[in-house]
């Protein structure tokens, strides 16, 4: 009923349906219903086709309540037996507030260290996960020395999280800003954008006020997960200075104050889609910077509602779709290209290098180099 296209894309809905309701009375569960549903959408060949949830029975499997405790750490095997600390996880310069169980004050332990045992399990040729199976709130103690041996280690009582994504993220953002900064002597900024949802917004404000000042700015967007707020972040990207303003005995400053003078590159890759491809679009028809990667996730029909069966499940259809200036269809199905088309290619990867990243800077430098911005003076 909401389709986009009336036409249904050139299929012959009604007979699809008959094709797909033959399957009916071989289904015993709900999950196998959303599954012929989610196929028959699938004929569609469009994006943003999800079907979900509905009465999986009133019977329902306890939660477990053990999980593999982590100690928020990369580990790495070491001649000695014994597992190495390689690096610890914790805050950054960016993210204080971030909690890990071997970064703490009163945890003394370093990259190198080595861990010796778990609650008295010595770990020499061991794989530590053994040890680590807890529930919430339970506290483990781990031994750790600076050499692989268990004279003169040291035990501490910590508490392991269920997940590391968070302090896996923020060190790698990290690390990125600091790459750029490094790299460019200080003159570039770097953000990364997850999504485009209104947490989203307050994301980008961060390193916004952060960078703006910077003479460019990396925009990474890959991975990003899409939303609806593309274009709140194109209207600060797109402000123009006009002016300077001076107060007696002050250096002169921007106006507006919430522009970057600089020129801006942006990283995108498969795994950016939806509003983050339409923030690709927006971005290079308002011609603000250079795109560096490969073509995005290509789906870009979206959805403005979800409709809910009656045992309340959820059925959305794709129903707006974009075109530009020229009638021509934007990115579904293909995707939103890239300026620079350059891939992060395995081995340039397993060696630390982000090829992407690199060229932004480049680019940018160069763009620096070339069109140095100035302002003339009172």
Do not use: C
């Not at 529930?135 to 483990?140: D, E, F, I, L």
């Amino acid at each position: 009923d909401f389709f986009y296209d009336e036409h249904m894309h050139g299929q012959d809905w009604k007979a699809i349906g008959d094709k797909f309701r033959a399957l009916l009375p071989d289904l015993t569960t709900r999950a196998d219903l959303n599954w012929v549903l989610s196929q028959m959408v699938g004929e569609l060949n469009v994006s943003h086709t999800y079907v979900g949830g509905g009465d999986m029975s009133p019977v329902q499997m306890p939660a477990n309540p053990v999980y593999t405790g982590l100690l928020g750490a990369s580990i790495k095997a070491d001649p000695s037996g014994y597992p190495k600390l390689a690096r610890i996880l914790g805050p950054t310069a960016y993210n204080r507030d971030l909690v890990a169980p071997l970064s703490r004050p009163d945890v003394d332990v370093k990259d190198g260290d080595f861990l010796i045992a778990i609650d008295g399990n010595d770990l020499k040729g061991a794989n530590p996960y053994r040890f680590t199976q807890v529930t919430r709130g339970q506290k483990v103690k781990v031994t750790v020395n600076a050499t692989p041996s268990a004279t003169g280690a040291k035990t501490y009582e910590v508490e392991l999280l269920r997940s590391e994504s968070d302090l896996r993220y923020s060190r790698w953002i990290a690390d990125n800003i600091d790459t750029v900064l490094k790299v460019s002597n200080g003159d570039l900024g770097y953000m990364h954008i997850t999504a485009m949802s209104s947490n989203n917004t307050g994301q980008f404000d961060k390193y916004w006020r952060a960078f703006r000042d910077k003479k460019g700015i990396v925009i990474d967007v890959r991975g990003n997960g899409g939303g609806w707020t593309e274009y709140f972040l194109i209207d600060k990207l797109e402000r123009k200075m006009t002016a300077q303003n001076v107060l007696r005995g002050m250096v002169p400053f921007r106006y507006p104050g919430s522009v970057t003078t600089g020129p801006l590159a942006v990283l995108t890759n498969e795994y950016n889609g939806s509003d983050g491809e339409a923030f690709l679009e927006h971005f290079k028809a308002r011609k603000l910077g250079t795109v560096i990667g490969v073509p995005s996730w290509g789906g870009l029909v979206g959805i403005l509602n979800r409709q809910l069966t009656i045992d309340n499940g959820t059925v959305e259809q794709s129903n707006n779709a974009f075109y530009n200036e020229k009638g021509q269809w934007l990115v579904e199905g293909h995707g939103a290209d890239p300026d620079i088309l350059l891939d992060n290619d395995p081995v340039s990867a397993s060696a630390g290098r982000d090829l992407q990243l690199e060229k932004a800077i480049e680019v940018l430098m160069k763009q620096i180099k070339d069109n140095p911005f100035t302002f003339p003076p009172v």
